[in-house]
């Protein structure tokens, strides 16, 4: 029986994490003291003419107590909203982003790219595609 709520865990731990990337750490580089940027794994898929919400995520480590100022910047063709916010270290972790893929939008993949300044330490960025498809 303990084995199989073990197994139960691991496999909702992965799937949980396994659904998002994470940038490169940013912040200070000794271990605790940094933060990632996890973003979608799987490309997200926005019918021409629609807006879809995706969730990104500042992943503090334990000791990384700083704001971080998320830009955001889409690739030409789809629009994000907003392309600035600060998230501050006493608020929720998770940022919700607006895509917006116009009617006249190309079909195809387009890249979103994230960056995640801290008031003190080093920046880090990573990237996530929207697939435009037909309505």
């Known amino acids: ?8 865990l691991i496999l909702s731990l992965a799937a949980f994490y396994g ?34 919400n995706v969730t990104l995520s500042v ?29 501050e270290a006493s608020e929720s972790p998770d940022v919700q982003v607006r895509i917006t893929a116009p009617k006249e939008a190309a079909l195809g993949v387009y890249s979103v790219s994230v960056i995640g300044t801290p008031k003190t330490g080093e920046s880090t960025s990573t990237e996530f595609n929207v697939k435009v498809v037909s309505p």
């Open 19 to 52: 659904c998002q990337s994470s940038s490169p750490r940013g912040g200070s580089v000794l271990k605790g003291e940094g933060f990632n940027i996890a973003a979608p794994t799987f490309t997200t898929e926005i019918k021409q003419g629609e807006t879809q």
């Open 1 to 8: 029986m303990k084995t199989a709520i073990k197994i139960m």
């Open 59 to 87: 992943q503090r480590g334990a000791y990384f107590k700083h704001d971080v100022k998320l830009e955001m910047e889409a690739a030409k063709g789809i629009s994000i909203e907003p392309t600035k916010v600060v998230v």
